[in-house]
């Protein structure tokens, strides 16, 4: 079954750069769907961070969208989220998804989550 | 931008008890609305997607209704296991989002 893993630094310094991964078992990237990057800040609801295509079509959210790149790597089969000038507002769990058309794009497949934390 | 607005933030219940979570669109979505359950310490779970259909494995006990800009979330009898929050969640089109969840209580 497909199963999505996150990683990358779980500590982050103001004004620094967080970068996260997201690698897939029991599916290729290069097949299709939509990936997505979302999280959780603490006490806080979920916020749509932004999705990735095979093709390299990205859609983001506009709030985050002037600090966010996420990449897909075919070969590596993962994708990256990479959001710059970080402030504590950013500490957060950040999850991976997968948007499943068949189930009215729904993000039906979640990694477990990587707490980051913004501080210095 | 489509936002979600939902209602009520957070809500008292017993188990056995009939729960009902609201959501409501800036805008019409069709029925691309999707309802998830969080539990601290897990990722989110999909419940229901495209308003009415039920994820596999979900308990029937989990329904989801409405249309256009109206949306309801029904938990027809409340489990121990079902303390958490929802949210919901359009996927008409770009930008996602979701709303602010509710956060059902013992």
């Known amino acids: 079954q497909v199963q999505l893993q996150e990683s990358g630094p779980r500590l982050v310094k103001p004004s620094e750069t967080l970068s996260l991964t997201c690698t897939f078992s029991g599916y290729s990237f290069s097949s299709g769907y939509f990936w997505a990057w979302i999280r959780q800040s603490p006490g806080k609801g979920l916020e749509w961070i932004g999705s990735v295509y095979k093709s390299g079509t990205t859609y983001y959210n506009p709030s985050l969208k002037s600090r966010v790149t996420i990449l897909g790597d075919t070969s590596k089969n993962q994708i990256s989220l990479k959001l710059n000038s970080v402030t504590a507002a950013d500490t957060a769990i950040y999850y991976c998804a997968r948007e499943l058309p068949e189930e009215a794009d729904a993000f039906d497949i979640w990694g477990q989550g990587t707490m980051v934390t913004v501080s210095s | ?106």
């Open chain 2, 1 to 106: 931008d489509i936002q979600m607005t939902q209602s009520p933030s957070s809500l008292s219940a017993s188990v056995g008890d009939r729960v009902t979570v609201t959501c409501r669109a800036s805008q019409s979505i069709g029925n691309f609305l999707n309802w998830y359950q969080w539990r601290p310490g897990e990722p989110p779970k999909l419940l229901i997607y495209g308003a009415s259909s039920l994820q596999s494995g979900v308990p029937s006990r989990f329904s989801g209704s409405g249309s256009e800009t109206d949306f309801t979330l029904t938990i027809s009898s409340l489990q121990p296991e079902d303390f958490a929050t929802y949210y919901c969640q359009h996927s008409y089109n770009y930008p996602r989002a979701f709303g602010g969840g509710t956060k059902v209580e013992i």
